[in-house]
């Protein structure tokens, strides 16, 4: 799969863009705050209707406008696939492929497969839990429709289930119906700790080699899975927090307080690591979440590297832009000297500035 073209309206500081891709290595300059991560912000939202920033499309919308429109084609295999992406500031999204509305975002997940990588994701190893959790379940919503479907109702019943818990404080009668919810807490719930363990299992069977060449053979990276319960004792566990979740009046078990580790030689590189050991582990996550997706999917990912490159050292740029191959990367930088002493082929070179984009080998731009 690979995305042909772009078009923006009234999105972030954007009043329209349409420009194209190359099929190989795009390259796109230029200072800070121009709007550079926000071209990758577009394509990313077209491939999973959501923000790597985080951010609510009330957010994204222009200042002076009410709504914005995302417009990508896609290709794959010869065949091309439009996909709309209207965002307003008031309203939910509306999507459609190919002309056709779809009733849920979700929808959308698995069209594309993009793998986003920034200095952010760097911090992935030694920030807390919340943003493992994040990675994992970005990448599993993207490969794997039945996760995505069992995530989102759970954490539709750990919602419920909290307010239930706030409800009970002038209602204890409501305890009665605090079963009903743990139940299918459990039950979606165990879905979710299933398929992370082999997520896990899954990665672990690719970074290993990953990681001993960036690591020049010198260290075995393990990725452990760490669930804050085990399936088994799913109910149990329920059963006995459940005072406790009372006075606090939240859900204290479960698979949305789980987490990962990252061990070398049995050291948990988050507390005991270097920095170079976390950023290392960090980019063998990162380039084995492109093989997975290779593996799963049996397509290439759209590669997007958001000013990655100013963040590591010579080795670790070599090394990532050696593996890009034959996939299609869409590359951020401030400055075109990054790439002056990397033998590898740039296809077209964009310039950014203030919102505009002019290409700098080819009239695609407008």
């Not at 109702?153 to 289930?161: A, E, F, G, L």
């Not at 970074?207 to 319960?229: A, F, Q, T």
Request: aromatic share 8%; proline share 2%.
């Amino acid at each position: 799969m690979v995305i042909k073209s772009i078009e923006l309206a009234g999105y972030r500081n954007y009043d329209f863009l349409n420009m194209q891709f190359d099929r190989g290595t795009n390259i796109l300059y230029g200072d800070n705050a121009q709007g550079k991560t926000n071209i990758l912000e577009a394509i990313f939202m077209a491939a999973t209707t959501k923000s790597h920033r985080g951010s609510k499309d009330r957010e994204i919308v222009n200042f002076d406008r009410e709504e914005a429109h995302i417009r990508t084609f896609l290709e794959k295999e010869g065949v091309e696939t439009r996909v709309d992406m209207h965002l307003r500031k008031s309203k939910s999204k509306g999507i459609a492929i190919d002309g056709q509305k779809i009733k849920k975002a979700a929808d959308l997940l698995g069209l594309c497969n993009v793998v986003f990588f920034s200095p952010e994701d760097l911090g992935i190893i030694k920030n807390g839990p919340v943003e493992r959790r994040r990675f994992v379940d970005m990448e599993l919503c993207q490969l794997d429709s039945f996760y995505l479907y069992n995530l989102n109702h759970y954490n539709k019943i750990v919602n419920q289930r909290n307010k239930l818990l706030k409800d009970m404080y002038m209602n204890p009668s409501l305890k009665e119906t605090l079963g009903i919810w743990d139940m299918q807490l459990v039950s979606f719930g165990s879905k979710i700790i299933e398929r992370r363990k082999l997520f896990a299992e899954q990665l672990n069977d690719i970074i290993y080699d990953i990681h001993r060449k960036l690591s020049g053979d010198r260290e075995n990276l393990v990725i452990h899975y760490e669930p804050d319960v085990e399936i088994e004792d799913f109910e149990q566990k329920l059963r006995q927090s459940q005072e406790k979740d009372i006075r606090s009046k939240m859900t204290s078990t479960g698979p949305h307080r789980d987490d990962f580790s990252f061990m070398i030689e049995n050291v948990d590189i988050r507390r005991y690591g270097s920095q170079g050991q976390q950023r290392t582990a960090a980019l063998s996550l990162k380039l084995s979440e492109i093989e997975l997706v290779k593996k799963i999917t049996k397509d290439n990912p759209i590669l997007l590297l958001d000013d990655v490159l100013s963040e590591l050292d010579s080795n670790r740029q070599n090394y990532l832009l050696n593996s890009i191959g034959d996939i299609q990367t869409i590359i951020t930088c401030t400055g075109l000297e990054e790439f002056v002493n990397h033998r590898f082929e740039i296809n077209r070179v964009y310039r950014v500035s203030e919102g505009t984009v002019s290409c700098m080998n080819t009239d695609v731009v407008s």
